[in-house]
């Protein structure tokens, strides 16, 4: 199974960090999948715009990462 799947099910993991623009905008729904399966459907609820220094290691964690230097590796 997927890393993650568990830790979004319970709520968890509910930000995902990426270090290029999205294609998504606030409102899109779209099929997330892990471990090779289909978890559900999402809503895109809220789009940030930051600078890597910007983000904080409480949102790091939020993405699955121990703190925010692990997620700039």
């Given at each position: 199974?997927?890393?993650?799947?568990?830790?979004i099910?319970?709520g968890?993991?509910?930000?995902?960090?990426?270090?290029?623009?999205?294609?998504?905008?606030?409102?899109?729904?779209?099929?997330?999948?892990?471990?090779?399966?289909?978890?559900?459907?999402?809503?895109?609820?809220?789009?940030?715009?930051?600078?890597?220094?910007?983000?904080?290691?409480?949102?790091?964690?939020?993405?699955?990462?121990n703190?925010?230097?692990?997620?700039?590796?």
């Open positions: 199974m997927g890393k993650y799947i568990d830790d099910i319970k968890n993991k509910n930000l995902i960090i990426r270090l290029s623009k999205a294609n998504l905008r606030i409102g899109d729904i779209f099929i997330l999948h892990a471990g090779g399966k289909v978890i559900g459907k999402f809503k895109v609820k809220n789009i940030y715009t930051k600078k890597l220094y910007q983000i904080t290691d409480e949102e790091a964690k939020r993405d699955g990462y703190n925010k230097e692990e997620l700039s590796k």
